[in-house]
């Protein structure tokens, strides 16, 4: 999540200042990505540099407030008219596998049964937490809630997919020999590019 088009899509709706952008981020997304205060102040530094938002007066408290500028309103429209980018990162799960798969003594079917508990105790408690969201009074945590959801029941197919192919692809004796030679496993594959 960029932080930047998250403050600055707050300042489109609104002048704000630096902890009331932070609790009102934190209530949309149902504090599922909680936001340090340091990180509030060096983001609206930022988008002040590059004219995104306006540094206004101080409030009657003391308050910094701070508006989204005509281009900063342009950015806000163009981020959301455009597709967020697939993840293409680092992903420490499938890593996990690909390397359990090759280094001997790995028990993998033991780590597939673990990670998938782990998955499911996940996608069980945010089952239960949406039973308890009412759309209609709070949309905006729905759809990260269900995001959530959705995000857990992949990892669980990719899991069974992980299983059935270590069950079809490497047979436990092969794995077991390995283990006891101390010889790595040669892994060949093509990169698609």
Same mark, same amino acid.
């Given at each position: 999540m960029?932080?930047k =088009?998250?403050?600055? $899509?707050?300042?489109v709706?609104?002048p704000?200042?630096?902890?009331? /952008?932070?609790?009102e981020?934190?209530h949309?997304t149902?504090g599922?990505?909680? /936001?340090?205060?340091?990180q509030?102040?060096t983001? /609206?530094d930022?988008?002040e540099r590059?004219?995104?938002?306006?540094r206004?007066?101080?409030?009657?408290?003391?308050?910094v !407030?701070?508006?989204a500028?005509?281009?900063?309103?342009?950015?806000v429209?163009?981020? @959301?008219?455009?597709?967020?980018p697939?993840k293409?990162g680092?992903?420490?799960l499938?890593?996990? @596998? $690909?390397l359990?798969?090759?280094?001997?003594g790995?028990? !993998?079917?033991? /780590?597939?049964?673990?990670?998938?508990?782990? $998955? =499911?105790?996940?996608?069980?408690?945010l089952t239960?937490?949406?039973?308890?969201?009412?759309?209609?009074?709070?949309?905006?945590?729905?759809? !990260?809630l269900e995001?959530m959801v @959705?995000?857990?029941e992949?990892?669980v197919?990719w899991l069974?997919?992980?299983?059935?192919?270590?069950?079809?692809?490497?047979?436990?004796?092969?794995?077991?020999?390995?283990g006891?030679?101390?010889? =790595?496993p040669? !892994?060949?594959h093509?990169?698609?590019?």
């Amino acid at each position: 999540m960029s932080v930047k =088009m998250g403050v600055l $899509a707050l300042l489109v709706g609104g002048p704000g200042y630096g902890y009331q /952008l932070r609790g009102e981020f934190e209530h949309r997304t149902g504090g599922t990505w909680p /936001l340090n205060i340091g990180q509030v102040y060096t983001t /609206l530094d930022r988008l002040e540099r590059d004219g995104l938002v306006a540094r206004g007066d101080a409030d009657d408290d003391g308050h910094v !407030v701070y508006t989204a500028t005509d281009a900063g309103r342009e950015e806000v429209a163009r981020w @959301f008219s455009e597709p967020v980018p697939a993840k293409r990162g680092r992903d420490e799960l499938a890593i996990k @596998f $690909a390397l359990a798969v090759t280094v001997p003594g790995v028990d !993998v079917p033991r /780590l597939v049964q673990v990670q998938r508990a782990s $998955a =499911m105790r996940a996608l069980q408690d945010l089952t239960r937490l949406k039973r308890t969201a009412d759309p209609s009074g709070d949309l905006a945590w729905s759809l !990260v809630l269900e995001s959530m959801v @959705f995000q857990a029941e992949a990892e669980v197919r990719w899991l069974d997919h992980v299983e059935s192919s270590v069950a079809r692809y490497m047979p436990p004796e092969v794995h077991d020999a390995a283990g006891r030679d101390g010889a =790595m496993p040669t !892994v060949a594959h093509e990169v698609v590019r």
